[in-house]
């Protein structure tokens, strides 16, 4: 079983930054992809910004510029650097991990989910 801890979160005014950490752990997977959505009340979940493989990132083009997402999927962690923040960036902050792990026949490839950090923007 993968599990992904997130810590971080947490109340900071218009104009603030907050750092979101995330990391995996359990045995026997590997990480081809790891990330960060968000869910903010009355709408669905979005991505945030995403590290595919290496170093290939993936942002939502809204937040480019004041988001950055780091990490390593080697070392199954992820961190997301969140600046300028503003009141509509308050949500749910979910980690994600594409995981894959070895099977009898192969290898199958899963999706698994932080239990999400709450962040709100005050105005």
């Known amino acids: 079983q993968v599990r992904l801890v997130e810590s971080g979160g947490g109340l900071v005014q218009a104009g603030g930054s907050l750092r979101l950490s995330c990391a995996a752990s359990?045995?026997?997977?590997?990480?081809?992809?790891m990330g960060w959505y968000r869910r903010a009340p009355g709408k669905q979940r979005e991505l945030v910004a995403q590290?595919?493989?290496?170093?290939?990132?993936n942002y939502a083009d809204s937040l480019r510029g004041r988001f950055t997402i780091s990490g390593d999927t080697a070392k199954n962690t992820v961190h997301l650097q969140m600046n300028s923040l503003k009141p509509e960036d308050t949500a749910v902050y979910y980690c994600?991990?594409?995981?894959?792990?070895?099977?009898?026949?192969?290898?199958?490839?899963?999706?698994?989910w932080g239990q999400g950090t709450q962040v709100t923007v005050s105005s």
């Open positions: 994600n991990a594409v995981v894959d792990r070895p099977t009898s026949w192969g290898s199958r490839t899963d999706d698994f």
């Open positions: 359990g045995s026997g997977f590997s990480i081809s992809a």
């Open positions: 590290i595919i493989g290496d170093d290939s990132t």
